[in-house]
């Protein structure tokens, strides 16, 4: 074990614990009513993601309730755009929205102001270290560049990323340059966070799974595959997990790839593939949220089947992705105790 007892970052270092540490992706977030309160109080989304102190309350709400292994900074994926003057907005009902970016706006792009425009975000990943329990395992993130660049391309989510897809094939040149450019700048982010108190980064590449095999490799793996390596080159002992949802079979060599320590797994990854890809290193997840949502039986057999095929093994236990509004708190109280009576 670490001399600080934190178990997620042991199982970053390729430990088996049992039973095994749990995070939640969102596990900060509309389910829980303390959560709501403070976003009613902060007005915007944004200026929630911009102040320290309201930052810091949310992130540490589910730790005070459930005790988890690990803490997540709360921001978003897409405060680096907003640093970017895309004009990033977030309305209820609509979700993010900004200014589409198109050739000329890539060309434009320069890394000046990035620094200062986050430097909130990395005061609340120093107030956390501070404020966390010891044994607590801080872990910062960003957006993977293709995921990002979607939301730039099109100004907006969409089903299946369309837009950036099309502009990919269009403009092949402006498109690998906007991912370079956010690969550099997303590492130098990360970067501050790991140097404000940071244990591990998770890079979040949400929208992988609409990709074909060769533009998997182009515009998810090679853009990570840069992050990471700019990382390492500055800090050597970072700690990071790479999730790259909806990739199935492409998760393969994506550890390998990418150099990332862990791997995250979303729900539709098979345990059996699963349980091969955790001989190479850590897995993460991969819980279906509905499960949670359902709680009782299909709960249980959930976690049940997860720590009976990975338990043995580096496991961090996670969902397959974000934690949905309509869970029940109460339901993550059980999910809780169950993973934590395991071995």
């Known amino acids: 074990m670490s ?39 902060a007005g915007s989304f944004l200026d929630l993601c911009y102040s320290p102190e309201l930052a810091t309350e949310v992130t540490l709400q589910p730790i005070r309730r459930y005790g988890f292994d690990a803490a997540i900074l709360f921001s978003d994926i897409l405060v680096i755009p907003d640093a970017l003057n895309r004009n990033v907005r977030f309305t209820e009902g609509h979700g993010p929205q900004m ?6 706006g890539i060309a434009a792009l320069s890394p000046e102001g990035i620094t200062e425009h986050l430097k909130p975000v990395i005061e609340t990943v120093s107030r956390l270290r501070r404020e ?48 370079d450019f956010l690969a550099d700048v997303s590492a130098d982010y990360l970067v501050s966070q790991i140097d404000a108190g940071a244990d591990a980064v998770q890079i979040f590449d949400s929208w992988a799974g609409v ?19 700019s990382v ?36 539709s990854v098979p345990l059996s593939f699963a349980a091969e890809l955790q001989k190479d290193g850590p897995v993460q997840g991969n819980l279906d949220p509905m499960r949670v949502v359902a709680g009782g039986r299909s709960l249980d057999e959930g976690i049940d089947a997860i720590l009976q095929v990975l338990g ?20 993550v109280s059980d999910l809780v105790r169950r993973v934590r009576s395991f071995g």
């Open 232 to 267: 390492r080159a500055r800090r050597p002992k970072a700690k990071i997990i790479a999730f790259a949802k909806g990739a199935g079979i492409l998760l393969k060599n994506y550890r390998q790839a990418t150099g990332a320590d862990a791997i995250g797994l979303d729900w």
């Open 3 to 41: 001399d600080l007892n934190r178990k997620v970052l042991d199982v970053l270092n390729g430990k088996t614990v049992t039973p095994p540490p749990i995070w939640l992706m969102r596990q900060a977030g509309r389910y829980l009513p303390e959560y709501r309160a403070t976003r009613a109080h």
């Open 99 to 104: 200014d589409p970016i198109d050739e000329s």
């Open 211 to 229: 990709l074909g095999e060769v533009e998997f490799e182009k515009f998810s793996v090679r853009p990570v595959a840069r992050m990471i390596a």
């Open 312 to 331: 043995q093994g580096p496991l961090i236990f996670n969902l397959g992705h974000g934690i949905t509004p309509q869970a029940d708190p109460e339901h």
């Open 132 to 179: 966390l329990p010891t044994e607590t395992t801080l872990l910062g993130f960003c957006g993977a560049p293709w995921t990002v660049a979607t939301y730039m391309i099109a100004g907006h989510g969409t089903p299946d990323q369309a837009p950036a897809r099309l502009f990919a094939y269009q403009y092949p040149e402006a498109f690998l340059r906007l991912l």
